[in-house]
């Protein structure tokens, strides 16, 4: 039993949970943070599974950590350090590739390879992109004004948010609905003729949902990973030095710095709940907690039916948590390497591998993979987006040795027959098979193979179902939605219990948004 009642508990030590304790702390507030695991970031980290080899075991890439959390937090001063991904390559089965490179010009010749359209409308749509990311940024750095409220707090945003959109112009609003509306492929398919481009394109609107290329709303989702921004270049993704880990461990030392407690290896068993008010947690083991307010950094359902007595709650909440779509899709397989895999679209030692490579070849192949996992089963033939971080950063692999991180659509996590060690092992079977098309000394070059499927990330890193995203990007999901119509805005029913996972608003990806922002929500009732 604690002596001393904290201000705040955050629990979870997620990337959003450690940013949510950073700006209580900052602002005077004493603060506990309570991991379940044995090491700060949820699914934000760099773990040494194979001697000498470092694993991003599931993030694997930066872009979507805002400037502001990396300026107010000062995470450069704390060891962050983002190395820039500067490519993209995709080998397709005819032993030709498509490549996107850091260079413009570069690009534009690799393009007008394959099409001469699609070079010249390439510029065209990133100029779009870039415009319609820059839109809907003022939307990621507000809390979602209650629609349906009277309150002038709420009516004024709703008009500055209007205002926004009114100075979008017709064609820019009208893009930016059909992004919101369309899927990806039919989006891509208005402006490129290149299947292979399309295709990889299109990956970023399945990735971490259950929904294919030819889905509707994934247009949205490839908007989303656009938002992206490293050093105010949109559209760029980087490394952290270290792995993924190291980001989250910048924000638990910068949380720290201001006063933050972390403790790890604490399980929360349940919210501590007086007079319909917040008032501490008890662990596991049983040991107890006071504290003024209480925060979640765990996904929805967790949050709400896993932490609380449902008689804590309203009827129309608990339905809507139970709708709440957080289906699980993605895997991940690591890699040790003995060298680096040998693509015979480009042969030996290249620029290819100090980027991103993406097994997306069509279309359809896209699609197919898609058509496996709605039928319960996993892809046969899966999308695979893959990087080799000992190339970015050698210090994740003995000298010549290397690491490969291969992010896999689809898994489900309600999989035909469950998740048994055989199921999961044929499942990493399947992508070094998709990848060894391509290149075809992989095989030979393993030195240890993890494989992480949604099953895994549920008991491991507690994500419900595995999704990433803690519930999909749907339109039906998101803003003022996001988990719900009447609790989007960090808060809940119980006084003093506040949400501040990826299930809020603005979403997955490490961002560090929710908890930033539900930081600004909690500081500026307090006041």
């Given at each position: 039993m604690s002596a001393s009642t904290y201000d705040a508990i955050v629990i979870g030590g997620g990337h959003n949970g450690l940013v949510n304790a950073a700006y209580l702390a900052r602002a005077g507030k004493r603060v506990l943070v309570l991991e379940r695991r044995h090491v700060v970031g949820g699914a934000a980290v760099t773990e040494e599974v194979h001697p000498g080899f470092k694993y991003s075991v599931c993030s694997y890439v930066v872009s979507l950590l805002r400037p502001e959390i990396i300026r107010d937090l000062d995470l450069s001063r704390h060891g962050l350090e983002i190395l820039p991904l500067e490519s993209t390559m995709t080998p397709m089965p005819n032993g030709d590739y498509l490549a996107r490179?850091?260079?413009?010009?570069?690009?534009?010749?690799?393009?007008?390879r394959h099409s001469p359209r699609d070079?010249?409308?390439?510029?065209?749509?990133?100029?779009?992109?870039?415009?319609?990311?820059?839109?809907?940024?003022?939307?990621?750095?507000?809390?979602?004004?209650?629609?349906?409220?009277?309150?002038?707090?709420?009516?004024?945003?709703?008009?500055?948010?209007?205002?926004?959109?009114?100075?979008?112009?017709?064609?820019?609003?009208?893009?930016l609905h059909k992004l919101m509306t369309m899927s990806a492929a039919d989006y891509l398919a208005e402006w490129f003729e290149t299947d292979v481009l399309k295709a990889t394109l299109s990956a970023s609107g399945i990735i971490g949902t259950f929904l294919g290329p030819r889905s509707p709303g994934t247009a949205y989702v490839l908007l989303h990973h656009y938002m992206g921004e490293l050093d105010g270049v949109f559209r760029a993704w980087g490394f952290a030095k270290g792995g993924t880990g190291a980001v989250s461990e910048a924000i638990a030392a910068s949380a720290q710095s201001f006063g933050a407690e972390v403790r790890l290896e604490s399980t929360v068993q349940e919210v501590t709940v007086r007079d319909g008010r917040a008032v501490g947690v008890v662990l596991q083991n049983g040991d107890e907690y006071a504290a003024k307010l209480v925060v979640s950094a765990l996904d929805p359902r967790r949050t709400f039916l896993g932490l609380l007595d449902r008689s804590h709650l309203p009827e129309d909440l608990l339905t809507d948590i139970e709708r709440f779509r957080?289906?699980?899709?993605?895997?991940?397989?690591?890699?040790?390497?003995?060298?680096?895999?040998?693509?015979?679209?480009?042969?030996?030692?290249?620029?290819?591998?100090?980027?991103?490579?993406?097994?997306?070849?069509?279309?359809?192949?896209?699609?197919?993979?898609?058509?496996?996992?709605?039928?319960g089963a996993f892809s046969r033939r899966p999308y695979v987006d893959m990087i080799m971080p000992s190339m970015i950063d050698p210090s994740m692999a003995p000298p010549g040795k290397h690491v490969m991180s291969c992010f896999v659509q689809y898994a489900p996590f309600a999989l035909n027959g469950g998740w048994s060690?055989?199921?999961?092992?044929?499942?990493?079977?399947?992508?070094?098979?998709?990848?060894?098309?391509?290149?075809?000394?992989?095989?030979?070059?393993?030195?240890?193979?993890?494989?992480?499927?949604?099953?895994?990330?549920?008991?491991?890193?507690?994500?419900?179902?595995?999704?990433?995203?803690?519930?999909?990007?749907?339109?039906?999901?998101?803003?003022?939605?996001?988990?719900?119509?009447?609790w989007a805005r960090y808060t809940t029913p119980i006084a003093g219990y506040y949400q501040c996972g990826s299930g809020t608003h603005p979403g997955g990806g490490i961002t560090g948004q929710p908890g930033r922002l539900a930081a600004l929500k909690i500081l500026g009732k307090l006041k």
């Open positions: 490179w850091a260079d413009r010009d570069q690009t534009r010749r690799e393009l007008y070079a010249d409308a390439y510029d065209d749509f990133g100029s779009l992109m870039y415009q319609l990311a820059f839109a809907v940024k003022p939307i990621l750095e507000m809390i979602p004004p209650d629609p349906t409220s009277v309150s002038v707090r709420d009516l004024r945003a709703l008009f500055r948010l209007g205002r926004h959109f009114q100075s979008l112009g017709a064609q820019r609003f009208h893009e957080i289906r699980g899709s993605s895997g991940k397989v690591n890699l040790a390497l003995d060298a680096l895999p040998d693509f015979t679209c480009l042969p030996g030692t290249g620029p290819h591998h100090r980027g991103a490579i993406s097994i997306s070849p069509s279309i359809d192949y896209l699609e197919r993979a898609y058509d496996d996992a709605k039928y060690p055989e199921r999961r092992e044929a499942f990493g079977d399947a992508v070094i098979d998709a990848i060894a098309e391509y290149a075809p000394n992989l095989k030979d070059i393993i030195l240890h193979r993890q494989v992480v499927t949604p099953a895994d990330m549920e008991m491991e890193f507690g994500l419900t179902e595995g999704n990433i995203f803690h519930g999909e990007l749907a339109l039906n999901q998101l803003f003022f939605l996001r988990p719900t119509a009447e």
